[in-house]
């Protein structure tokens, strides 16, 4: 104890360390290496995607037209993809990993599918327009109907009013009928529940793939033959209702289950009923999905042909009462024309066929539009309003009248004498 105390010890100590800052130094001759994004490619990889594709199409010509008999665009396709994955997938292994190589064919099978999808549906697009436009662009042939015309008649004469109207008539019946059934069904099995919940949602999804002949066989045997009564456009909007029904209750159920829990916990934590709740909460807050079930079951029963056919059958007339009489619609006569051998009404027939698929893109258009997520960004329309009202109302005076000025010819004294 006393040794440890005396202060005569020379026993040497630790040195000192002293605590510095020291800043990183840069070394000019290493040149900085380039941060790769994680959604694009380098530089080598586009040079080899192209340069694959390129090799690829010369192989394939020189395989189909000069060493195989293998003619024809088809061939050439077929050839040219297979040549093409090859020569990516070799190439890329050269240079890079095993699982480069895999994400590089993963990437070509996804983007060659996506392009075929694109090519196939433009293909239809452009020949139905194509075969259809010597109907198209004349106007009695969205102003007239097929009374008193016959196939061989010119395409000045005729049109398809009754069958666009025909089709509007038993699709507002049949969405009056499928549209409060659908979400009566949908609310039954979410808000509900229950055992009997469970069967109703298998039958419904089960009748999702109901084939469109079976609803009209339905709608045959019981109002017509069972009941007595005519074929008319009533028993046609019946068969479509059938085949709509399914659709409006399958998306609404989807639709209703994202509406979150907390909103009807509040709902019913501040006293109101269950029916309350979901009138009141639950329905509003899906609108936007329920039109969007609304829009994709009226494209489904724009384009049945066999229940109404069975149903209905087709008239060259336009009718507009849908409890007696035959009454025709547009996917009836695109099916008659296409049958009946004339050239000049095929051609009336694709131009129907026109109308009726300018009309499904624009209802699935509508639907993708209602059913997009909400954003925060402000539209276009609500931007430029703000933007005009943070001029002064002086400044817009100003440009009014220069406006004015530029627009009214100035008139010397010359002229006027």
């Known amino acids: 104890m006393t040794a440890l105390l005396d202060p005569t010890d020379s026993t040497p100590t630790a040195p000192v360390r002293t605590i510095g800052t020291h800043l990183p ?99 239809v697009i452009v020949y139905v327009l194509h075969k259809g436009w010597p109907a198209l662009h004349h106007a009695n042939f969205f102003t007239h109907d097929m009374s008193g015309v016959s196939a061989k008649d010119p395409l000045t004469r005729g049109g398809i009013t009754h069958a666009i109207a025909g089709s509007a008539v038993q699709l507002g019946i049949a969405s009056a009928i499928s549209l409060p059934l659908g979400i009566g069904t949908a609310v039954f099995m979410n808000e509900v529940g229950g055992p009997f919940a469970k069967i109703v949602r298998t039958v419904v999804e089960a009748m999702t793939a109901l084939p469109d002949i079976l609803a009209g066989l339905f709608i045959y045997t019981v109002w017509i ?85 069975i149903t209905s059958g087709n008239s060259p007339y336009l009718h507009l009462n849908p409890g007696s009489g035959v009454m025709s619609s547009l996917p009836l006569f695109i099916f008659d024309g296409a049958r009946s051998g004339e050239e000049l009404q095929i051609q009336r027939a694709f131009g129907a066929a026109a109308v009726l698929l300018i009309l499904v ?53 010359e002229e006027a004498s």
């Open 361 to 413: 893109v624009a209802l699935f258009a509508t639907a993708r539009y209602l059913a997009r997520p909400s954003s925060a960004k402000p539209s276009l329309l609500r931007r430029l309003r703000r933007s005009l009202s943070s001029i002064p109302s002086g400044s817009l005076r100003t440009l009014r009248r220069t406006a004015t000025a530029r627009r009214t010819p100035s008139v010397t004294a």
């Open 25 to 123: 130094t840069t070394d000019p001759t290493v040149r900085p290496v380039p941060r790769a994004s994680l959604g694009g490619l380098p530089l080598e990889s586009h040079f080899l995607t192209w340069g694959a594709r390129l090799a690829a199409l010369a192989m394939a010509w020189v395989i189909t037209q000069r060493l195989l008999p293998w003619h024809g665009l088809g061939w050439l396709v077929v050839v040219f993809a297979l040549c093409n994955v090859v020569l990516l997938a070799v190439g890329t292994a050269i240079f890079d990993t095993d699982v480069a190589v895999s994400d590089r064919v993963a990437q070509w099978a996804v983007s060659s599918a996506a392009a075929f999808v694109y090519v196939a549906l433009g293909s």
């Open 225 to 309: 033959i069972a009941f007595g009564l005519p074929k008319s456009g009533l028993a046609a909007a019946l068969a479509i209702s059938v085949m709509m029904l399914p659709i409006i209750a399958r998306t609404s159920d989807v639709v209703l289950r994202v509406v979150p829990g907390t909103l009807r916990e509040a709902s019913l934590a501040l006293g109101a009923s269950r029916w309350a709740t979901v009138w009141n909460v639950v329905l509003p807050t899906a609108r936007s999905g329920l039109a969007t079930a609304l829009i994709l079951a009226i494209a489904r029963g724009v384009g049945e042909t066999a229940p109404v056919l």
